[in-house]
Structure formats: structure tokens, C-alpha cells
């Protein structure tokens, strides 16, 4: 599993931060994402060999959000 949290732009109210949560947590690999309103950024965790970072900006794009910036989390690969 690979863990990043992706640092957003244009997220400017709750409620597209939890239609966005609920959609990346939809996307097929997704383990978990977790949308923080406050910090404008999503702790996702998501299997690499199902799903790509780029499908993930992809969505993100579509709902009119950016990815600034994306910093790696620690491995759970076991």
C-alpha cells in the first residue's frame, strides 16, 4: 500500500470536501482517503498496482481541485 498526503487547492467549502472523500474513497484500490477541510489536504492510503497517483489528480481535477504538492507517508507494505 502506498500512503501520501496530497496538499489541495481550491477547496473552498465542507461539503466539497466530503463529495470529494466520498469519490476518491470510491475509486477502485482506494483503501482509505480522508479529506481535511481545515488543512486543505487528503490522507489517501491506495493500492499502486490498481490505482495510480495521477487517476487520483485526475478526479480531483474533474471536481474543480488542484494538487499542489504531494508528500509521501510511510510504507505499510508487509
Keep these: 500500500m502506498t500512503n501520501e498526503m496530497m496538499m489541495l487547492t481550491n477547496l473552498n467549502c465542507p461539503t466539497c470536501a466530503a463529495k470529494l472523500e ?9 483503501k482509505s482517503a480522508r479529506v481535511i477541510f481545515g488543512a486543505g489536504s487528503m490522507n489517501v492510503e491506495y493500492d499502486p498496482n490498481v490505482l495510480s497517483q495521477e487517476k487520483i489528480r485526475t478526479l480531483c481535477k474533474q471536481m474543480g481541485i488542484g494538487v499542489a504538492t504531494v508528500v509521501p507517508g510511510p510504507s505499510s507494505d508487509i
Design 22 to 30: 466520498k469519490a476518491t474513497q470510491a475509486l477502485p484500490g482506494m
